[in-house]
């Protein structure tokens, strides 16, 4: 046996073994036998997405086929996260993004932005991050913004600066993906109408709290944290990931050049700018029309196909997609099997009887906080999180007198916030992540560090600017 397959089965073991413990733990509390073995089955496969004893699409299907063949949750049930809309939006996003290299337009708009900021990497962060926080108010989908708009341009702006997955990866692609993508969780945080699960945590808020979150509120206290971090994050990753290409004065001319010899657009890439207006607006109106966000982007792909920009061919080689929908469909079918076993309420008790009995309510609210961020490890979704452990977290920092405006306020902040940890926190994360140019460690690592900074900028600035304002 080679000394690969040999690490791979020893790993492979190693979840195995940590599934097998604590699926026959005995279940706390009122839990059924059943919520031990699901917690098992789902501990181990965030282990296998860690150690990758086999790709992370194969660690994901094999545990949905062990949560539904030991009975541990029904076919139906295992599978639920592969209707999942949100699922089906990320593959559509990849598709966005073959369409806009395919035909060119993506490189024609890299080359756009070459032009105007191509003298420098650092610039082309801050301008994709002003990007994303432009229209962070009007999408209130985070996938449909950084993954349906911003993901295909940032990755044909990679390629036709010769970036690619694999050896270039670190010219500028690996410092371009990570930035877009943490920027999107921040300005998700900014706007009451940057991410859809906002709106439940203002609904959870009233009705449970009598407390009515307005736009401009919402707003108004992310406004400072908010701007601190957009201005700050681009720079630092930067320096983390110190990009090969810093600074280059004839970018601008050679994207000139290029252009030039592009000529007039095609018709190929005005149908393609065509269906990608098209999706942005019903995207950024879908507040006011309601349509949902993975049809208006299914629609987008079913024009193009119907036009001939793309063919079916073009979805079929779509490996990408194809793989962020069996591991993160499975992924979300597993995390929503535990809230229905049990698990999550369970955890959200402990969490609450451990932090119920601290007298300053400071203290109360940051570890509040804290745990309300870190416990979205065992969460892929933002809207199950949310549904999770608003209610019990914020009613542990009100008890403890914590008040009331600051706690929902800044709950709602980090439901977003909290993302920013792992490849599968959020829909625009796999779409990120599957893009090939950062490793699952790098990945995880720096999402640490940022989830650091985040509690450090919007904990401590952010504390001042909620004083200042009247918040508490």
């Given at each position: 046996?080679?000394?690969?397959?040999?690490?791979?089965?020893?790993?492979?073991?190693?979840?195995?073994?940590?599934?097998?413990?604590?699926?026959?733990?005995?279940?706390?509390?009122?839990?059924?036998?059943?919520?031990?073995?699901?917690?098992?089955?789902?501990?181990?496969?965030?282990?296998?997405?860690?150690?990758?004893?086999?790709?992370?699409?194969?660690?994901?299907?094999?545990?949905?086929?062990?949560?539904?063949?030991?009975?541990?949750?029904?076919?139906?049930?295992?599978?639920?996260?592969?209707?999942?809309?949100?699922?089906?939006?990320?593959?559509?996003?990849?598709?966005?993004?073959?369409?806009?290299?395919?035909?060119?337009?993506?490189?024609?708009?890299?080359?756009?932005?070459?032009?105007?900021?191509?003298?420098?990497?650092?610039?082309?962060?801050?301008?994709?991050?002003?990007?994303?926080?432009?229209?962070?108010?009007?999408?209130?989908?985070?996938?449909?913004?950084?993954?349906?708009?911003?993901?295909?341009?940032?990755?044909?702006?990679?390629?036709?600066?010769?970036?690619?997955?694999?050896?270039?990866?670190k010219r500028v692609?690996?410092?371009?993906?990570?930035?877009?993508?943490?920027?999107?969780?921040?300005?998700?945080?900014?706007?009451?109408?940057?991410?859809?699960?906002?709106?439940?945590?203002?609904?959870?808020?009233?009705?449970?709290?009598?407390?009515?979150?307005?736009?401009?509120?919402?707003?108004?206290?992310?406004?400072?944290?908010?701007?601190?971090?957009?201005?700050i994050l681009p720079?630092?990753?930067?320096?983390?990931?110190?990009?090969?290409?810093?600074?280059?004065?004839?970018?601008?001319?050679?994207?000139?050049?290029?252009?030039?010899?592009?000529?007039?657009?095609?018709?190929?890439?005005?149908?393609?700018?065509?269906?990608?207006?098209?999706?942005?607006?019903?995207?950024?109106?879908?507040?006011?029309?309601?349509?949902?966000?993975?049809?208006?982007?299914?629609?987008?792909?079913?024009?193009?196909?119907?036009?001939?920009?793309?063919?079916?061919?073009?979805?079929?080689?779509?490996?990408?997609?194809?793989?962020?929908?069996?591991?993160?469909?499975?992924?979300?079918?597993?995390?929503?099997?535990?809230?229905?076993?049990?698990?999550?309420?369970?955890?959200?008790?402990?969490?609450?009887?451990?932090?119920?009995?601290?007298?300053?309510?400071?203290?109360?609210?940051?570890?509040?906080?804290?745990?309300?961020?870190?416990?979205?490890?065992?969460?892929?979704?933002?809207?199950?999180?949310?549904?999770?452990?608003?209610?019990?977290?914020?009613?542990?920092?009100?008890?403890?007198?914590?008040?009331?405006?600051?706690?929902?306020?800044?709950?709602?902040?980090?439901?977003?916030?909290?993302?920013?940890?792992?490849?599968?926190?959020?829909?625009?994360?796999?779409?990120?992540?599957?893009?090939?140019?950062?490793?699952?460690g790098t990945w995880?690592?720096?999402?640490?560090?940022?989830?650091?900074?985040?509690?450090?900028?919007?904990?401590?600035?952010?504390?001042?600017?909620?004083?200042?304002?009247?918040?508490?």
């Amino acid at each position: 046996m080679r000394n690969d397959d040999r690490s791979k089965l020893i790993r492979g073991l190693i979840c195995v073994a940590v599934g097998l413990i604590i699926w026959f733990l005995p279940a706390p509390g009122d839990l059924e036998p059943v919520a031990m073995h699901l917690l098992g089955i789902f501990v181990a496969t965030i282990l296998g997405l860690i150690l990758q004893p086999l790709p992370q699409g194969a660690v994901v299907i094999t545990a949905v086929a062990v949560t539904a063949i030991t009975g541990t949750l029904s076919i139906g049930d295992a599978l639920n996260g592969f209707k999942d809309s949100t699922v089906w939006l990320i593959v559509t996003a990849f598709l966005f993004a073959r369409g806009l290299i395919k035909t060119g337009l993506g490189r024609r708009i890299s080359f756009m932005l070459v032009k105007r900021f191509g003298k420098s990497t650092l610039g082309l962060g801050y301008a994709l991050a002003l990007s994303d926080t432009v229209l962070a108010p009007a999408t209130p989908s985070n996938t449909a913004r950084a993954g349906g708009i911003l993901f295909p341009i940032v990755r044909a702006l990679c390629s036709s600066m010769g970036s690619e997955p694999g050896p270039t990866a670190k010219r500028v692609g690996q410092y371009l993906m990570y930035n877009s993508f943490q920027i999107c969780c921040i300005t998700s945080a900014l706007f009451f109408t940057g991410v859809a699960p906002n709106s439940l945590i203002a609904t959870l808020a009233k009705e449970n709290f009598g407390y009515e979150i307005t736009w401009l509120g919402w707003l108004w206290a992310a406004l400072l944290p908010g701007v601190i971090c957009i201005a700050i994050l681009p720079r630092i990753y930067y320096k983390i990931f110190n990009p090969e290409l810093k600074y280059s004065p004839e970018a601008p001319a050679l994207a000139e050049k290029e252009l030039a010899k592009m000529g007039p657009m095609s018709t190929a890439e005005k149908g393609m700018l065509a269906v990608f207006l098209l999706t942005l607006v019903l995207w950024a109106t879908s507040q006011w029309t309601n349509l949902n966000a993975t049809a208006i982007a299914l629609l987008g792909v079913a024009i193009l196909l119907v036009i001939g920009v793309l063919d079916w061919q073009d979805v079929l080689a779509e490996k990408g997609g194809w793989d962020a929908l069996i591991w993160f469909g499975g992924l979300v079918g597993l995390a929503t099997g535990l809230s229905k076993v049990g698990i999550i309420g369970w955890l959200a008790s402990i969490l609450e009887t451990s932090l119920g009995g601290i007298s300053s309510w400071f203290l109360a609210f940051i570890l509040v906080v804290i745990a309300y961020t870190y416990s979205h490890y065992f969460i892929a979704s933002m809207t199950a999180h949310a549904t999770a452990f608003f209610v019990p977290l914020a009613l542990v920092a009100i008890s403890a007198g914590a008040p009331l405006e600051i706690t929902v306020l800044v709950l709602g902040f980090f439901n977003s916030l909290n993302a920013v940890m792992t490849h599968y926190g959020t829909g625009p994360a796999p779409i990120y992540f599957g893009a090939g140019y950062i490793d699952q460690g790098t990945w995880w690592k720096w999402g640490f560090v940022t989830s650091l900074i985040n509690l450090v900028v919007w904990l401590g600035a952010g504390s001042l600017w909620w004083k200042v304002i009247g918040l508490w």
